[in-house]
C-alpha cells in the first residue's frame, strides 16, 4: 500500500511539473492567432457558427506539448507523446461539425489524448464524455479542463473499445483513432437517431472517415467521407495484430 501510495504522488507530481496548478487565460497575441485561424475557416464557410464560436473559445495552445507553441495553428497531428498526436485544429473543427452537435447532446469521445477535443465539445454542450487509454495523458487533460474551468467533462483512463454503458446511450460519438472495424459496444451506445464520426480501416496505414447515423428504427445508414491517417485505436482492437 506505501509503495502504491508512493507511486500515485509521483504521478501527481509529473502533472504539476507539466501543468500550472492556477487558471489558465489566453494572451492577446495568442487570441490574435486563433482569431485569424477562425476567419480563415469563416472564409471558407465550410462550419457553421457553433462550431466557429467553440473554437474561438477554446485555447489551442494550452494543450500543446512544451516547445511546440509554433505548432499551434500549423494544420497538421502534432506529437504529444505515448505515441498519441494531438489533431490539427481544422480536423477537429471538421468532426465536430459532422457530428452536429446539439446544446441538450450526451456526447461521448473515444481518444482524449491531449484534451483539445472534449473542450471544444464542451464549447457546445456541457455533457462530454472521454475515455484515454493512456492514464499519464488522462490525467493531464484532467488537470487541463480543471484549470480552465471546465470541470463538468467527465473523463476516465480505460480502452475506449468497450465505450462507457454507464453513462450511455450517447447521442453523439466521436472517435479520434483508427479503428479496423466499429466497435458493437459502441454502436449498442448510440441513440436512436445519433451519429458516430470514426476512422475505419487498416490501422497502421489510412483509412476512411465514417459518418455513422442510426435511424429510429435501428438500422444503420454509412456516410464514407475523405481518406484520412490517425494514431491506431490500441487495447482490444490491436489484439488481433499482436500488439
Known sequence: ?????????????????????????????????????????????????????????????????????????????????????????????YMTHLLDVQASDKVLEIGSGSGYQASILWQITKKVYTIEIVSQLAAIAKQRWQNLGYSSIVGKAADGYYGWAEYGPFDKIVVTCAADHVPVYLMQQLKPGGVMVIPVGNPFDRQTLLKITKNMDGTVRTERLQSVKFVPFTGKMLEKYGK
Open 1 to 93: 500500500m506505501k509503495k502504491m501510495l508512493r507511486m500515485t504522488g509521483v504521478v501527481v507530481s509529473l502533472v504539476a511539473m507539466i501543468l500550472p496548478l492556477t487558471a489558465y487565460q489566453s494572451s492577446q497575441a495568442e487570441l490574435a492567432r486563433r482569431k485569424t485561424a477562425v476567419d480563415r475557416y469563416r472564409a471558407a464557410g465550410v462550419f457553421s457558427e457553433k462550431v466557429y464560436q467553440a473554437v474561438m473559445s477554446t485555447p489551442r495552445e494550452y494543450f500543446m506539448p512544451e516547445g511546440q507553441n509554433h505548432m499551434t495553428y500549423e494544420e497538421v497531428p502534432v506529437a504529444i507523446g505515448w505515441g498519441q498526436t494531438i489533431t490539427n485544429q481544422w480536423f477537429v473543427a
